[in-house]
């Protein structure tokens, strides 16, 4: 792994609990739920699950108020018709705006909680997330540039929360670039992926709203184009999905160089924050990140 793919993917393992943790923040559902939508459906990986309309609705709502089928061009690895209804639906309950700001204060509030007001570190995190996410591009990168387009929280975690989100949806935006441009479609990324971090086929994705008939539709295109075989990787296969993680790092070349020589400090009080995030059941225990490592440090 070269110089910068080890940076970038630290960086994104380091961000991605405290970034990610509104999905699974209990004071965000409950603010949800107030405006009209389901409460969590229970646990998910040992914490508290999203319910799907208030995930689609709110993540989307960054980028204003959106048809579904924006929403579902933006998130990229999800069944586009599922991702429709579930924002009609959000949509008849709320709107953008007011979403937003549940959102906001559900990802505030569980911050607060975990971390305290003022965590230490939190004044050097902010500057080096500003320094971070200062050079970004908005071209091809919806969620990146509808989180870019808002102001930020009057909080001193929050504002760090919203930095933070914007450097992870600018890699996730990053990422479909990367695998659209490699020709595949969203339910292939899904098969491609679950190996890649260890998993079996067709159970994480099941998230994603697939069908079995998509399933067995993709998994063919992949066995024809000699990617997957025997419900797994080939060598080539192996090799083509790590081209496109090498692709979306490549792509977050700005956020690495922007931190530079601090990107050990700024690791360091992120995956502090995270572990105690995650200790807290505030987010996973293993992230994207942590599942492809164990996975290329066990071969």
Known sequence: MNDLSRAARRLAAALEPVAGQVYFSPEAHEGYQRLGFGPSPGDFAGVAAPEMAAYFTS????????SGEVVAAA??????SVVVSSVARGWSFTDAATI???????????????LGERPEGLDRANELLARAV?????????????????????????????RADMAREYRGDSHINAWTSAGLDACEMCLLTEPYWG???????RTRGWSDAEFDGAEARLVERGWLSSGGFTDAGRAERERIEVATDLQCRALVDAVGEDLDELVGILSAWGGAIRAAKGYPASGPQELADAVLSGR
């Open 199 to 205: 998993l079996p086929l067709r159970s994480y994705s």
């Open 59 to 66: 993540r989307g709502s960054v980028m204003g108020q959106v």
């Open 134 to 162: 200062e050079p970004l591009r908005p071209e091809g990168r919806p969620l990146y540039a509808g989180l870019s387009s808002l102001e930020l929280p009057d909080h001193g975690l929050g504002a760090m929360w919203r």
């Open 75 to 80: 998130f990229g690895v999800f069944q586009p």
């Open 100 to 114: 937003r700001v549940a959102r906001d204060r559900g990802a505030i509030d569980q911050l607060v909680r975990v």
